[in-house]
């Protein structure tokens, strides 16, 4: 923690009164996530992402399970996502953009992985922060009060979180991978998320699959168990299972 205030003060050149107020927000809220670690240990978990195969789903028949949504998967709730246990954002443009309609009563906490703390009125926010080599490189960070490792998409910010949650059996939806021009996500996008995705997520397609790939390795050794539960794209390097029979009820 004292090389994160050092850090707060040098890079970003923030003051030091502030930084020290800074450095109390961020021993409360490591304090908050080290409560959390294995908390779940043995469950089974599904993480949402946004992609438009999710409209294919009956998402009510999640209501039982433990759930993570990222970005703006608040707005699943046009397509029957009622509530997620979890979310998780680490776009600071989105975030800059939309977070005048962040609903944060749809999760029971939300965590953002980003460099800095973001301000924002929740008492259910979490911070997970990132300044170490990307998941290609090997690496997964199985105590999330450490820095995260990144991977180009917030669906290995998700994975981390919930490996240190104790989640062993993990289910990925709506993550396809499969960023033709103008594909969006299932509740819509802004012109500003087309943008990113089509000068961005195409470019980065093929690190955010690789990045799974280390993940799903590592997780493996460790007895965690990873499949792919959407109805449609490309995320077949993990095991593809039918979301109506795993999911019915």
């Known amino acids: 923690m004292l090389k ?3 850090y707060l003060i040098k890079r970003h050149k923030i003051a030091p009164e502030n930084a020290l107020e800074r450095f109390a927000d ?6 908050a996530i080290k409560a959390l670690h294995n908390a779940y ?13 999710l409209s294919q789903l009956d998402l009510s028949l999640l209501k039982n399970e433990y759930t993570f949504t990222v970005g703006r998967g608040y ?4 397509k029957g996502l009622k509530h997620s246990t979890f979310h998780v954002l680490s776009d600071v443009q989105g975030f800059t953009e939309f977070q005048n309609e962040i609903d944060w009563t749809f999760s029971d906490m939300t965590f953002f992985a980003s460099c800095l703390p973001i301000k924002a009125s929740s008492n259910r926010l979490r911070f997970c922060y990132y300044r170490r080599p990307l998941m290609t490189d090997g690496f997964f960070q199985t105590d999330v009060t450490q820095p995260l490792y990144r991977g180009h998409t917030v669906m290995v910010y998700a ?3 919930a490996y240190f949650l104790g989640f062993r059996d993990i289910y990925f939806i709506g993550v396809d991978l499969d960023f ?11 012109a500003g998320e087309q943008y990113r995705q089509q000068t961005l997520s195409v ?3 093929a690190k955010m699959r690789r990045a799974l790939v280390c993940a799903a390795r590592f997780l493996k050794r460790r007895g965690c168990r990873l499949y792919n539960a959407s109805p449609a794209g490309c995320l077949d390097c993990i095991e593809r299972v ?3 029979e795993v999911f019915h009820g």
Not at 180 to 190: D, E, F, P, V
């Open 180 to 190: 033709k021009r103008g594909a969006g996500h299932a509740y819509g996008s802004s």
């Open 242 to 244: 039918s979301f109506s």
């Open 26 to 31: 961020a021993l409360q809220n490591e304090a």
């Open 41 to 53: 240990a043995g469950k089974r978990c599904v993480l949402i992402g946004g992609a438009p195969s």
């Open 4 to 6: 994160f205030l050092c």
């Open 75 to 78: 707005r699943l709730k046009e």
């Open 159 to 161: 994975l981390q979180i």
């Open 203 to 205: 470019r980065q397609q």
